[in-house]
């Protein structure tokens, strides 16, 4: 009997269309989800978040992908992701699903809410691994152990196209292109530039260090979140704030998260600036989001921000303020 090894994800650096032109590039689509390891093994499918966390029993509706392999030991790397009406990737509709683990709720939403592995790459098979391998060796080697099924797909990869790609992923509503060197082996738990991605829109994790009250319709509840970010040396720094975005339905669950994190006095090492420290309620760093912004001021600040949502697949140190300073070097939306 096979017994799979654990892998860490591969990561991908950040770079604009200018950084992958040339040949011996291939341009995969970015999928607007969550980052997850298949393990599938003695009949069954073992779902591995990308900071380690076991979200299988999130997605019961995968656990039919066992099936995909004929019964051959294998770990696959995806994207869990899924749909709106319109059948464009959408991370607020993925957002029920990835906190959720109450057996019945989690059946519902399996139902209302169905979500899709997006598979792009192999890393073992059987008792061999298959990260050492080129990209395209992988990608034909996934593409023929892998068979699509009902939820789960291998999606069409390009080669040397970066520029078309990104173009459609564009006019599709998609999130971006990652861009890898065919010749590249599979490198786990690195970040390399021989994957990189060219994102449409600007994102960046935070941490929620405090919560402003809303007033008006918002009274009673959030108004804004305070956010930060650790710089490299540890320190958690104030990187601005969001108060747009939310569905009530978010409101009502940061509420019950933050309530036993709060703490008397600020989790920043730096001063908050007093225009949003005033009537602020401090929380430990603990809870990871996603916002979207246009601007990366010169001091590091975010600007004009919106919420996308909680990201329990990353770590609070997984937040960078040297990241977010190297977004706003690259200065244009499709490099975010």
Not at 116 to 124: C, E, G, Q, R, V
């Amino acid at each position: 009997m096979v017994r799979l090894p654990a892998y860490a994800p591969m990561l991908a650096q950040l770079g604009t269309l200018a950084s992958v032109q040339g040949a011996g590039w291939a341009v995969e689509m970015k999928w607007d989800g969550v980052r997850a390891l298949a393990y599938l093994e003695d009949g069954a499918v073992r779902l591995m978040s990308r900071n380690g966390k076991n979200i299988t029993p999130a997605y019961p509706e995968l656990q039919l992908m066992a099936g995909a392999t004929g019964g051959r030991a294998t770990v696959v790397d995806g994207e869990i992701v899924a749909f709106d009406e319109a059948g464009r990737p959408s991370f607020e509709a993925l957002q029920p699903r990835m906190h959720q683990r109450n057996p019945a709720v989690v059946a519902g939403l399996a139902r209302t809410v169905p979500v899709t592995f997006m598979a792009f790459d192999i890393l073992h098979l059987e008792e061999a691994t298959t990260a050492p391998l080129p990209y395209t060796e992988r990608r034909k080697l996934l593409e023929g152990t892998f068979t699509p099924g009902y939820r789960w797909q291998v999606p069409t990869w390009f080669a040397d196209d970066a520029g078309h790609a990104f173009d459609s992923s564009r006019q599709l509503g998609l999130e971006g292109v990652v861009c890898k060197r065919m010749g590249s082996p599979y490198r786990p738990g690195k970040r390399s530039g021989e994957w990189t991605k060219v994102k449409n829109v600007s994102t960046v994790e935070v941490v929620i260090g405090g919560w402003r009250p809303g007033a008006g319709g918002r009274s009673g509840t959030i108004g804004s979140l305070l956010l930060g970010a650790y710089d490299e040396g540890g320190r958690l720094l104030y990187v601005g704030h969001v108060g747009t975005g939310f569905t009530q339905a978010m409101l009502r669950d940061l509420r019950e998260r933050l309530a036993p994190l709060e703490r008397p006095d600020p989790p920043f090492d730096e001063p908050v600036p007093r225009e949003h420290a005033r009537d602020a309620l401090w929380v430990e760093p603990l809870v990871v989001g996603e916002v979207q912004y246009a601007e990366v001021t010169g001091d590091g600040m975010l600007r004009h921000l919106s919420w996308r949502g909680l990201r329990p697949d990353r770590e609070p140190a997984e937040a960078s303020a040297t990241e977010i300073r190297r977004q706003g070097h690259t200065g244009n939306a499709a490099a975010g």
